[in-house]
């Protein structure tokens, strides 16, 4: 696999952008927990990565809620449909590790849920920090608990625990 890695600045610190085959493949901040080690980044190039940063800095100015880059997510099945779910929450919102682990179909599965969160390879984009303890409380942030707590300050979200989500299920009856 051919991988390359730039570096960009951001209000949330120093942020390392890796692509795998000139795809978005990881967005890793410093000290962050589940870091690869620097030697898998490949060369550094900033070639891939100007629709990523354009981006990026649309969001961080407050310009844009959604992001809209291909990407790859290497991971486990499971990993994946977490992953897969955490796009789905919406810019300013946040949900437990239990209505994500319910909304996937396994409810008891939120500690699962909480591991999967931890390893996603795509920080920011993939809005893993907008997933909060079930009493509101800010944790297991692999960017740092005070990153995540600005990130959700930035995006307007109520540090409460939200209400439960409607599923399809629910939606049926």
């Known amino acids: 696999m051919h991988r390359r890695h730039t570096i960009i600045d951001s209000p949330y610190g120093t942020l390392t952008l890796v692509a795998t085959e000139g795809v978005l493949s ?8 589940h870091r690869p080690p620097e030697e898998t980044f490949g060369d550094r190039d900033a070639g891939p990565f100007d629709a990523t940063i354009e981006q990026l800095e649309a ?3 407050g310009e844009l809620t959604e992001f809209d880059l291909p990407m790859r997510l290497d991971g486990t099945p499971f990993q994946r449909t977490v992953w897969q779910q955490l796009r789905l929450i919406p810019y300013g919102e946040t949900r437990t590790y239990g209505q ?3 909304a996937l179909g396994k ?6 849920v909480g591991l999967a969160n931890g390893k996603n390879p795509i920080g920011v984009i993939v809005p893993c920090h907008r ?19 600005r990130l959700l300050a930035f995006e307007g979200a109520a ?6 989500a409607v599923t399809h299920a629910d939606a049926l009856f």
């Open 59 to 61: 969001y961080f100015a």
């Open 107 to 112: 409810p008891n599965a939120s500690r699962a």
């Open 26 to 33: 990881g967005l890793y901040m410093t000290e962050q927990r």
């Open 131 to 149: 997933v909060i303890g079930a009493g509101g409380s800010l944790t297991g942030y692999g960017g740092g608990l005070d990153r995540k707590q």
């Open 159 to 164: 540090l409460t625990a939200p209400a439960p």
């Open 100 to 102: 994500l682990a319910t």
